[in-house]
């Protein structure tokens, strides 16, 4: 079981939405840039601004990241802990850097204890669309990636368990059900939906 974070586990979208609409806003992005990004790694995010104004940006994100909530979605927690008492291998494979990650964990500590696997965005070299975080997930698991259900949100990250060969089971949080259709291989409104 391999499963984004934000807006499959935590609903933080929203949030992200306040900090990016108005910073694409600032260097002249078009309207909807917030949500056309979503899913997207920091790394390549970066390369729609300014060199010199990069380590700027990264750091009112980083403030902006320490002060989130990072609430649970309904169903979130208690389908992880269905998973992980059923003896299942899960895997987080996220689009979020380290110090956002340090972030989360130090509001959810018990978050940490229900994955194998952790592969967030610093440590791939191509973030989603391309599979490979999803594939180094599986192969830490020791499995292979069409034995894998990937859990997604984003248009992005759909793409990227796609192109892994896995199942994908679309999450209707970030986008609505109609915009996933043929993109997913199964689409539900939330983790609360979903039993082992």
Known sequence: MLF??????????????????P??????????YAD???????????????????EMIVGELHKFEAQ?????????????TQLKQAGKRIALV???DNTKMDFLFARHPELRDFFDVIITGDMV??????PE??????????LRPEECVVFEDSIQGITAGRAAD????GIATTNPPEKLEDKADTIVFGLDQLTI
């Open 4 to 21: 984004d974070l934000d807006g499959v586990i935590v609903d933080s979208e929203g949030e992200y939405s306040t900090f990016w609409g």
């Open 23 to 32: 910073m694409g806003a600032r260097y002249g992005h078009p309207e909807g």
């Open 36 to 54: 056309a990004i979503k899913g997207t790694n920091l790394k390549a995010i970066l390369e729609g601004y300014p060199e010199s104004d990069r």
């Open 68 to 80: 989130m909530k990072y609430p649970y979605l309904p169903g979130a927690y208690e389908f992880l």
């Open 94 to 96: 996220t689009s979020s």
């Open 125 to 130: 070299k191509q973030g989603k669309p391309d």
């Open 133 to 142: 975080g999803y594939r180094k997930a599986a192969e830490m698991l020791g």
């Open 166 to 169: 896995a199942y994908v089971v």
